[in-house]
């Protein structure tokens, strides 16, 4: 099916916001330590180095949070107690993070250095 040639750039402009928009990470600056995923079970990891990390969720250029952890300690994602299912962000002895209950988001905690 041939479309206009004025449809083109709209429909690449839309396809690669989309991308963008279900790859994630593309702005933030860092190496993905660990990530939660909508409709997975979350997960925690050790800390590979001592360094910053921080949180982001999919949708945003900008980190939620930024602590210091220290090589060894837990970092990752964990069901808050409850039972409600909310889910929160661990790293190290920092407070934890709420995650938003919004179904469209992931996050990452990246290490930063």
């Known amino acids: 099916m041939n479309r206009?040639?004025?449809l083109?750039?709209?429909?690449l402009g839309?396809?690669?916001?989309?991308a963008f928009c279900l790859g994630g990470c593309g702005l933030?600056?860092?190496?993905t330590i660990v990530k939660y995923e909508r409709g997975k079970p979350p997960r925690v990891v050790k800390a590979?180095?001592?360094g910053r990390y921080a949180l982001y969720s999919s949708t945003d250029a900008t980190p939620d949070v930024t602590y210091y952890v220290e090589k060894g300690d837990p970092i990752g994602f964990r069901k808050m107690s409850g039972g409600?299912?909310?889910i929160e962000a661990v790293a190290g002895d920092n407070p934890p993070v709420e995650l938003s209950k919004e179904m469209a988001r992931n996050y990452y905690w990246k290490y930063r250095k």
């Open 84 to 86: 409600d299912n909310t």
């Open 28 to 31: 933030q600056s860092g190496q």
């Open 4 to 6: 206009p040639a004025s």
């Open 8 to 11: 083109r750039p709209i429909a």
């Open 48 to 50: 590979l180095d001592d």
């Open 14 to 18: 839309a396809f690669a916001l989309l």
